[in-house]
């Protein structure tokens, strides 16, 4: 019977058919299927979008991903004819914002794809009101993982082996002192423990798949984790943008200002835009710390599950069993995509072969990011966010998360600045 239940797991979970899009993405361009600019540039400007060829590829591209998205939805039951709808409105939604962000007006003031994504899935969310035949394609996480599993492309696992260490070390701090200090503050504002325990585990690891992760491991209340996942998206979106100037008003090294970043944005996606807004080397140190925090994921999950027993947290609720398998359900499987492909391009291809595919690469898991962040505006209103609990759990978050922007600085500055441990090669 488990057996059934892993094959399941396999071929039905989001986190496992993330993996395998990923997978047939990469295995399609090593294999030859290469569009110029994966269907988009801004090297033309506004005009050059609108030229016949370049349409074509992009409507080329989209049909493309849109049916390897629809074969995973497929597995998991859902509508095949309303995703196909939602998708195509989705996609267009996401050119449209990639479009607009090439304005050099706005480009040049740091204006980029994934702020016009998330600023027009907002107007539509909380001004217009989001049709009901869009919904079936709004899939978050699912479109985050995939493009995480792409980005494995770009990060060579040297590079990881060096500075992996020093990520780990900061991501456990993080954790340590944020949830501590997440969770005292909640219970001090009369926020319950089971939505307490939550927002501690979402601020102080990797946000919304922490979320998932802790309200599995406590069996909590549904409600109360779409809260603590739009609190984590609507909060990341300005750090988003105010953490890569932050990096440069302060002074700091592209390496130091990644991996600040990578240990304080809760969502994926954001982590690696703001990083890629300062550079290459920002990128991947944000990444890196990202993937650390991830990593530690199942541990703090199989933790949060054995202090919640202990406590006899959520009497009366189906407290699940601590063992092996709570660790294995938690740990991110895209995670795994991701080591797998910065594996196979870092030792198993020929440097000609990783540089030939790398601006396609980019450039499709840029239009799987667009795709995500139209959808988390589009899942967003604004003014449910203040409302339950009388704001409170909105107030710890935002406090919890200012004191991790300055403990993750500290971090930052003493692993990969220089002052404790030579500065890693990113």
């Given at each position: 019977m488990e057996d059934v239940k892993t094959d399941d797991g396999l071929l039905r979970s989001e986190?496992?058919?993330a993996v395998w899009m990923g997978a047939a993405i990469i295995a399609l361009v090593l294999a030859g299927v290469r569009p110029e600019g994966a269907g988009l540039s801004c090297s033309d400007g506004l005009s050059g979008l609108f030229a016949p060829g370049r349409?074509?590829?992009?409507?080329?591209?989209?049909?493309?991903?849109?049916?390897?998205?629809?074969?995973?939805?497929?597995?998991?039951d859902g509508s095949a004819r309303g995703f196909a709808a939602g998708f195509a409105g989705l996609f267009a939604l996401a050119w449209a914002a990639r479009a607009v962000a090439c304005d050099s007006a706005l480009s040049d003031r740091g204006v980029n794809?994934?702020?016009?994504?998330?600023?027009?899935?907002?107007?539509?969310s909380n001004v217009v009101g989001v049709p009901g035949w869009l919904r079936a394609a709004m899939r978050t996480e699912y479109y985050i993982k995939a493009g995480l599993v792409i980005l494995g492309s770009s990060v060579l696992f040297g590079r990881v082996l060096e500075a992996g260490m020093y990520g780990m070390v900061q991501a456990a701090a993080v954790i340590a002192v944020i949830w501590y200090l997440c969770f005292w503050l909640s219970r001090k504002l009369r926020v319950d423990e089971e939505f307490s325990a939550m927002?501690?585990?979402?601020?102080?690891?990797?946000?919304?798949?922490?979320?998932?992760?802790?309200?599995?491991?406590?069996?909590?209340?549904?409600?109360?984790?779409?809260?603590?996942?739009?609190?984590?998206?609507?909060?990341?979106?300005?750090?988003?943008?105010?953490?890569?100037l932050a990096v440069d008003w302060l002074g700091l090294s592209d390496i130091v200002g990644g991996a600040w970043i990578g240990g304080t944005i809760d969502t994926t996606g954001a982590v690696v835009v703001a990083g890629e807004s300062i550079g290459d080397s920002a990128t991947n140190a944000a990444t890196i710390v990202k993937l650390s925090q991830n990593a530690l994921l199942g541990l703090a999950a199989f933790g949060l599950s054995v202090w919640w027993t202990v406590r006899g947290g959520g009497a009366g609720a189906d407290t699940p069993e601590?063992?092996?398998?709570?660790?294995?359900e938690r740990f991110p499987k895209f995670v795994l995509?991701?080591?797998?492909?910065?594996?196979?391009?870092?030792?198993?291809?020929?440097?000609g072969l990783v540089d030939a595919t790398s601006?396609?690469?980019?450039?499709?898991?840029?239009?799987?990011f667009a795709l995500a962040f139209v959808c988390i505006g589009l899942e967003t209103r604004l003014r449910d966010l203040l409302s339950m609990q009388g704001g409170r759990p909105a107030i710890a978050f935002v406090v919890a998360q200012a004191a991790n922007v300055a403990w993750t600085l500290l971090l930052a500055w003493l692993l990969f600045g220089g002052a404790v441990f030579s500065v890693p090669d990113l």
């Open positions: 986190d496992w058919l349409l074509a590829t992009t409507v080329g591209v989209g049909a493309a991903v849109g049916v390897l998205c629809l074969i995973g939805v497929r597995l998991m794809y994934a702020i016009t994504a998330l600023v027009l899935g907002l107007f539509i927002m501690a585990t979402a601020v102080s690891i990797c946000g919304v798949s922490a979320a998932i992760a802790a309200c599995g491991a406590i069996s909590g209340d549904r409600k109360k984790l779409s809260y603590v996942t739009s609190l984590v998206l609507v909060v990341a979106a300005p750090m988003m943008i105010v953490m890569p601590v063992s092996a398998s709570v660790i294995w995509g991701f080591l797998a492909t910065s594996l196979l391009f870092s030792f198993g291809l020929g440097d601006g396609v690469l980019k450039g499709l898991r840029t239009w799987l």
